[in-house]
């Protein structure tokens, strides 16, 4: 009797839970409503049979419970019932697979207007390319890779000097248009995975695998990178924007070809001179920096990243958060700078300062410490030294009290979690890895030790 009900009762309890369970999929913004139907079609057969094995077992266990004197029937085969049982599963098998196989059809089967750009993947971000105006993508090639040409272009291709190269994370794309999206990854494994468009597709390093699919619905997604197992790519975070043509072509009209990122003018220490007069007074003289005013040293630290705080504070990405007392100091400043030329000269001149390790001022490293960074590692380089490639900063010889406070800052969602910082959710999801205080001021003080 017990065994009856709690056949039942788990019957009735798996069925709640399936219908009345706030987890579900995401709200559909692509054409590939197929993929939930396929999806719908298993639960309802597996449901109807799950339900019907488990009545029928509390009803066997009920109608043939012992009885004193009762006697089993011994029935070896039954024809009738045989055939009943193998022709049912054989129709039940085949509804669930079958459809599967129509989808399957037209996802490989990419519409002849679909528009192609592409989405290049790379330990640990994403970035992407569209065709300029002659419709054409360029030739890539990992030999061509480099600080100066993150996408491997080949500079002697025709086709590829008005590739428009989008260096952000953050994916637009035009509504109702079928695209198709050609996906190369640098490295190693990479997944391009976007839950509202249910299509998802391996990136493969030495293949160039691709994926289609229509938006049918403007909005913000995020894009997740599905290759789960690896030391980043759970932070291999993107987003993709899907909005109106004439909103979708101003946003790529903002993003510069590949022959005007090679034409680039590197910005002049001589100009750029003059405009670091105003941060000397926080920064130092000689950008070394300065605890007292909580400005840290720019010294030696990457001028691309540099040049990208820079933009940040002036674009309110950073140092506009309610509790980033410092932040907000620095703000500012960053407006004195009236252009991007600005900014690339104020950063040359930096350059140009001598690069003399920051006094340490948080001690006392221990083998948590050690420990921990090696996922650190992994972005910001195993001596700390920073790495264009991956988009982390300096740590070793900078400011260590600044480490400190951005480490908090990352974790409290006071930086990084501005809607137009690009890279920094993905440190606020690494930060959030320190337990506490004790946990912070150990690893800074063994990336203290990196010099
Ligand atoms: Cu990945």
């Known amino acids: 009797m017990v065994v009856a009900i709690v056949l039942v009762l788990l019957v009735l309890g798996s069925l709640l839970f399936h219908f009345l369970s706030p987890w579900y999929f995401t709200p559909i913004a692509s054409n590939w409503q197929a993929m939930d139907d396929t999806i719908s079609i298993t639960f309802w057969v597996t ?54 196989l129509f989808v399957w059809a037209k996802f490989v089967e990419v ?54 190269l989008v260096a952000s ?38 293949l160039v695998t691709y994926i289609w699919f229509t938006p049918t619905r403007t909005g913000k997604f995020d894009l997740l990178c599905n290759e789960l197992c690896g030391v980043g790519h759970f932070v291999m975070r993107g987003k993709v924007v899907v909005e109106e043509e004439r909103e979708f072509q101003a946003w790529l009209s903002s993003y510069p070809t590949f022959a005007q990122t090679s ?66 100091m620095m703000a500012p400043m960053a407006a004195t700078l009236g252009d991007d030329a600005a900014i690339d000269n104020v ?10 390790p920051a006094p340490r001022t948080v001690t006392k490293s221990t ?16 001596d700390g030294r920073g790495l264009q490639a991956t988009n982390a900063p300096r740590l070793a010889g900078m400011s260590d009290w600044y480490l400190v406070t951005q480490l908090k800052n990352f974790k409290q969602g006071i930086r990084g979690a501005h809607p137009k910082d690009m890279y920094g959710p993905q440190m606020a999801s690494m930060a959030a890895i320190l337990a506490d205080d004790q946990a912070t001021n150990d690893l800074v003080a063994y990336i203290n030790t990196l010099r």
Request: glycine share 10%; with cysteine; hydrophobic share 40%.
């Open 47 to 100: 449901g109807f049979v799950f339900v019907a094995i488990n009545l029928f077992m509390a009803y066997a266990v009920l109608r043939y419970r012992y009885r004193k004197g009762g006697r089993a029937m011994y029935e070896p085969e039954n024809k009738k019932l045989e055939l009943w049982l193998t022709g049912l599963t054989t129709v039940g098998v085949a509804a669930m697979l079958a459809p599967g």
């Open 169 to 206: 994370p953050e994916l637009h794309l035009p509504l109702g248009r079928p695209v198709k999206a050609l996906l190369r990854s640098v490295d190693v494994l990479h997944d391009f995975a976007v839950p509202q468009f249910r299509a998802k597709m391996d990136l493969v390093p030495g």
């Open 111 to 164: 519409p002849k207007d679909a528009a192609v750009f592409e989405a290049l993947g790379k330990q640990w971000y994403w970035s992407y390319r569209f065709p300029g105006k002659d419709g054409k993508l360029g030739t890539v090639d990992a030999k061509y890779v480099s600080d100066k040409n993150p996408f491997g272009m080949n500079p002697d291709d025709p086709d590829g000097q008005d590739d428009v």
């Open 367 to 382: 083998t948590y410490g050690q420990k921990t960074y090696v996922t650190c590692g992994a972005c910001h380089g195993a």
């Open 263 to 328: 034409a680039q003018a590197a910005g002049s220490a001589a100009a750029g001179k003059p405009l670091y007069a105003v941060c000397a007074a926080c920064h130092g003289s000689q950008a070394e920096g300065n605890p007292a005013l909580h400005a840290p040293k720019l010294s030696g630290q990457g001028d691309w990243y540099l040049k990208r705080q820079l933009k940040y504070f002036k674009n309110g990405a950073r140092g506009t958060h309610d509790k980033d007392v410092f932040g907000k």
């Open 347 to 356: 950063v040359a001149y930096i350059k140009t300062l001598p690069d003399n």
